[in-house]
T-cell receptor
Framework: NAGVTQTPKFRILKIGQSMTLQCTQD?????MYWYRQDPGMGLKLIYY???????DKGEVPNGYNVSRSTTEDFPLRLELAAPSQTSVYFC????????????FGPGTRLTVT | GNSVTQMEGPVTLSEEAFLTINCTYT??????LFWYVQYPGEGLQLLLK?????DKGSNKGFEATYRKETTSFHLEKGSVQVSDSAVYFC???????????FGPGTSLSVIP
């Protein structure tokens, strides 16, 4: 039972390049989330999904896209990377119901230069 | 709307000192409340939770009580260790609300 896995762990992009951050879970959770965490700061929600085929914007969606074709996978796409997207990206999952906690992946550290 | 306020720190304590990190919330309905901990270079992990008023969550010597009358969920530990150095996030999950609301995090450093 791997929980929430994220790949890659680290990545350096040049300005204008694109990439996909992968997130996979094996807990059969309906809810999945993408957050970014800038150095010394808290979490900002980028996108989330309440189930396969359903996604919605968080507070900082600009410059990102997501898809949710299966329960297990929730990839985050960065188009035309900018230095402002330098951050650590965390994927999280949760069961339906507000009594349940989120489970976080180990994060992807992205640098855009 | 839903929101979480917590003391921002940084907090520096000597080993074996008493820790309190304040957290207050605003929510519609009856939310569940959580404390997450983030150790350096890692993702967040659940420390403890409480799902109804007057519940006490506890784990690893940390405790927090869900106080509806004061809308608070303060984190406490009687004797901190160097290994408790981390960032602590208070969070809430409200009924029929898909997003989890996090506080800004409190950085704790424990010195020997």
């Amino acid at each position: 039972n791997a929980g929430v896995t994220q790949t890659p762990k680290f990545r350096i992009l040049k300005i204008g390049q694109s990439m996909t951050l992968q997130c996979t879970q094996d807990m059969n959770h309906n809810y999945m989330y993408w957050y970014r965490q800038d150095p010394g700061m808290g979490l900002k929600l980028i996108y989330y999904s309440v189930g396969a085929g359903i996604t919605d914007k968080g507070e900082v969606p600009n410059g990102y896209n997501v898809s949710r074709s299966t329960t297990e996978d929730f990839p985050l796409r960065l188009e035309l990377a900018a230095p402002s997207q330098t951050s650590v990206y965390f994927c999280a999952t949760k069961r339906w119901g507000n009594v349940y906690e989120q489970y976080f992946g180990p994060g992807t550290r992205l640098t855009v230069t | 709307g839903n929101s979480v306020t917590q003391m921002e720190g940084p907090v520096t304590l000597s080993e074996e000192a008493f820790l309190t990190i304040n957290c207050t919330y605003t929510a519609t309905g009856y939310p569940s409340l959580f404390w997450y901990v983030q150790y350096p270079g890692e993702g967040l992990q659940l420390l403890l939770k409480a799902t109804k008023a007057d519940d006490k969550g506890s784990n690893k010597g940390f405790e927090a009580t869900y106080r509806k009358e004061t809308t608070s969920f303060h984190l406490e530990k009687g004797s901190v260790q160097v290994s408790d150095s981390a960032v602590y996030f208070c969070a809430l999950s409200a009924p029929s609300y898909d997003k989890v609301i996090f506080g800004p995090g409190t950085s704790l450093s424990v010195i020997p």
